[in-house]
């Protein structure tokens, strides 16, 4: 059981474009987000989060969106920049006292391309 | 401060011997996080703890497993005896508060 869904397994996208990433999950207690950066033989580095009670969290080119009813997310980079070519992960944890709460549930990743 | 230090970077080691991976978590941070990540699976959750205390065991995933916290300044994970199937990078992690966590750059497994 996936509770954490990326569908798209690669993208690729020409450099100053807008690289769109994008996240659904099932479990409707998950209540914080978050989006994690992975280079090779390198840890995942953390990248941004949002709240649940947001809709928007912005940081620079990189702005997460959540939509609670439609239980989505998604990571926007503008513009996307070669450095950005990595393996971008998002994550879920769920609210206090809750059996998620603690736990960081990942999506399986997608790898991101940007060609100069 | 130098992050989240995991030893060994990579590991070699047969089939049926014990392994046993390290971790030192960034000083302050009260919980640690082990995850194992693998081509089938992705990056999935083994256990955590908070304040040494481990707080969720459900992801390791067979008695072979196991992982202890003696400080707040170390951690390890055990595998014994160690079988192919667990080849993966097992990463650790830590934070201060729910959510953020630092990851290590990881321990390579393979079991040959």
């Known amino acids: 059981d996936q509770q954490v869904k990326q569908n798209s397994p690669s993208l690729s996208v020409q450099e100053g474009r807008i690289s769109i990433l994008n996240c659904d999950y099932t479990n409707s207690m998950f209540d914080y987000f978050l989006w994690y950066k992975k280079y090779p033989a390198e840890g995942p580095t953390f990248l941004i989060s949002?709240?649940?009670?947001?809709d928007k969290n912005e940081d620079g080119r990189f702005t997460v969106f959540l939509n609670k009813s439609a239980k989505h997310l998604s990571l926007h980079i503008v513009p996307s920049q070669p450095g950005d070519s990595a393996v971008y992960f998002c994550?879920?944890?769920?609210?206090?006292?809750?059996?998620?709460?603690?736990?960081?549930?990942f999506g399986q990743g997608t790898i991101l391309t940007v060609h100069p | 401060d130098a992050g989240v230090i995991q030893s060994p970077r990579h590991e070699v080691t047969e089939m049926g011997q014990e392994v046993t991976l390290r971790c030192k978590p960034i000083s302050g941070h009260d919980y640690l996080f082990w995850y194992r990540q693998t081509m089938m699976r992705g990056l999935e959750l083994l256990i955590y703890?908070?304040?040494?205390?481990?707080?969720?065991d459900s992801g390791m995933p067979e008695d072979r497993f196991s992982a202890k916290m003696p400080n707040a300044s170390f951690s390890t994970l055990k595998i014994q005896p160690s079988e192919p199937r667990d080849s993966a990078v097992y990463f650790c992690?830590?934070?201060?508060?729910?959510?953020?966590?630092?990851f290590g750059q990881g321990t390579r497994l393979t079991v040959v």
């Open positions: 703890f908070n304040n040494n205390v481990p707080i969720d």
């Open positions: 994550a879920a944890s769920g609210e206090a006292g809750g059996t998620s709460y603690g736990k960081l549930t």
């Open positions: 992690a830590s934070s201060l508060a729910i959510g953020r966590a630092f």
């Open positions: 949002i709240s649940s009670i947001k």
